[in-house]
């Protein structure tokens, strides 16, 4: 059973959430601010944090501040009313996985845990196996059926398209905007505009062209989904 730490000032909110988790199967440990939940993290294994922003004491920014800059890399889903693009890019920037504003849908917030678990599992192993392909983290490479794609050991990507082909891969099915892939994979401030994604994407297209096991799909208005094919 994953235990997840809810950082939430607000007790009904905290409440409210902690009975959802409960109901998937989830383990919730509860914290009022950010100094409680380090406090709880030093007594307990936590798989994931659902943090609230705008709290007493330590707020979520600096506590997911204090995290990153310790190295710790646990999944952080910031859960907040603060909605502005401003309040997500300094999220992001900082350091956390993923940003939801209140009020949330619950099968969609258990939908991203489940995501976010799954994408901390494969950080850890450093590593992504989408059928008979598999991402190398470390090396940027890529290699299909067991054998190299176009040259000994695996077919190394440029950092950029590696990045984002391990990103729509680690999310099946999930739709990623230009500008939330803009602005995990690219920095904050490059003078690249969100076309750059575009550019990326059907490099990568004509790359894994003849790939049966995963394919890139464009939604049109929104941006990218990776659908795996087996």
């Not at 979520?60 to 909605?83: D, S, W």
């Not at 995501?115 to 991402?135: K, N, Y």
Request: proline share 3%.
């Amino acid at each position: 059973m994953f235990n997840i730490l809810v950082v939430e000032d607000d007790i009904n909110t905290r409440r409210l959430m902690c009975a959802v988790l409960e109901r998937y199967g989830y383990h919730p440990i509860t914290a009022t601010d950010g100094v409680d939940a380090l406090e709880q993290m030093e007594r307990k294994h936590v798989d994931l944090v659902i943090l609230d922003i705008m709290m007493p004491k330590m707020d979520g920014y600096e506590f997911t501040h204090v995290l990153r800059q310790g190295g710790n890399t646990l999944p952080i889903l910031m859960v907040t009313a603060k909605e502005t693009p401003a309040d997500k890019h300094k999220g992001f920037i900082i350091g956390t996985d993923d940003y939801m504003t209140k009020p949330v849908d619950e099968e969609e917030m258990i939908l991203r845990i489940a995501a976010l678990l799954r994408r901390s599992r494969i950080v850890s192993e450093r590593r992504l196996t989408v059928g008979s392909t598999v991402l190398y983290y470390d090396s940027l490479t890529v290699r299909t059926d067991g054998e190299s794609i176009g040259a000994p050991g695996g077919m190394e990507l440029p950092q950029k398209e590696f990045l984002l082909l391990f990103k729509l891969l680690s999310y099946p099915n999930k739709i990623f905007t230009r500008r939330q892939l803009m602005d995990e994979i690219w920095d904050m401030e490059s003078e690249s505009d969100e076309r750059t994604v575009d550019v990326h994407v059907s490099r990568l297209r004509d790359r894994f062209r003849d790939n049966t096991d995963f394919e890139i799909i464009t939604v049109r208005g929104l941006g990218y989904k990776a659908v795996y094919l087996k």
